[in-house]
């Protein structure tokens, strides 16, 4: 019986390959293209290039190696590099020096289309470092427009908001989900419903259809926003009773206050307020009654 050693694993023979190639490729790409330049680039970008430098100089086709090889391997290597995966599923994991700025990374991000590039192993870096400033900087421009105006439509919805209508003080019939929907403006209501992913529906002539767990969250939220936008002055059924409830749960002013600073619901004072004017209303009620 023969003792044998035992074969390297798979990976770190796939690591081990190509190693001249990946030298020249650390040498001209990583060293000076990430960490003497400072440029953004995208781990396609840099399989490509590992793929192309090696067919020019071992003349071997490595285009079966994988990505996630050469990341690890990197990874090793060059500690002082970061990688960064954007939330856009379509667009490649980035790779940068970590000692990169912010303001330094908006600038030299890729084009945020996430095409990855079919050049040469040296990537072009001057067609594609102006192309891409160009396309940075108008869908910057736009995104921030865009958003800038919805904001501005948003709060003139807020503002015509008419806020709680039922006389005071507010009883259960006027503190409930049914009537917390009208005090919040359809397109608040629909733009968070889409935002968290909830509905693609995209209208502003009735309120989206989305689940019923999901509706109540949104329905706190949005009274959260027209409470906040109104500084206190519209209440929303979901002020009042929340406060009311903690009031009547734990009669703890700190509580009903700490609520009211983070947006949640009304004052202490508003609070105590309505629990009296309900208690007289009772009496009343009674006393009509008796």
């Known amino acids: 019986m023969f003792l044998l050693r035992p074969d390297k694993p798979e990976t770190e023979q796939d690591e081990a390959m190509f190693d001249a190639s990946y030298k020249l490729f650390c040498e001209r790409i990583i060293r000076q293209r990430l960490l003497v330049n400072n440029e953004v680039l995208r781990m396609g970008q840099l399989r490509k290039a590992f793929i192309d430098m090696v067919k ?7 285009s079966n190696y994988r990505q996630d090889l050469l990341k690890k391997r990197l990874a ?4 002082q590099l970061a990688f960064h995966m954007p939330t856009k599923r379509n667009v490649c994991e980035l790779v940068f020096a970590e000692t ?5 990374l908006v600038d030299m991000l890729p084009d945020p289309s996430g095409t990855e590039t079919t050049q040469s192993s040296e990537l072009s870096q001057t067609d594609s470092d102006n192309e891409t400033g160009r396309t940075k900087c108008q869908t910057t421009h736009e995104d921030t427009r865009t958003l800038y105006t919805a904001a501005l439509f948003l709060k003139r919805l807020l503002s015509d908001t008419p806020g709680m209508s039922c006389p005071w003080p507010p009883t259960s019939e006027n503190v409930n989900v049914t009537e917390s929907q009208t005090v919040v403006p359809i397109g608040l209501y629909n733009l968070l419903s889409w935002i968290i992913g909830s509905t693609e529906e995209p209208t502003l002539d009735h309120y989206v259809n989305i689940d019923d767990d999901v ?16 500084k206190g002055r519209k209440q929303t059924p979901k002020s009042l009773a929340l406060g009311l409830t903690v009031r009547h ?10 609520l009211n600073r983070l947006g949640h ?5 508003t609070v105590l307020s309505l629990d009296t004017s309900l208690a007289q209303l009772t009496l009343v009620e009674v006393s009509h009654h008796s």
């Not at 090793?76 to 500690?79: E, I, R, T």
């Not at 749960?249 to 700490?258: F, N």
């Not at 619901?265 to 004072?269: L, N, R």
């Open 56 to 62: 020019a100089n071992e003349g071997v086709d490595a």
């Open 215 to 230: 509706h109540l969250k949104v329905l706190s939220v949005c009274q959260d926003i027209v409470y906040l936008a109104s």
């Open 100 to 104: 990169l700025s912010k303001d330094a």
């Open 249 to 258: 749960l734990t009669g703890s002013s700190r509580i009903v206050s700490l």
């Open 76 to 79: 090793q290597d060059f500690p």
């Open 265 to 269: 619901c009304a004052s202490w004072d």
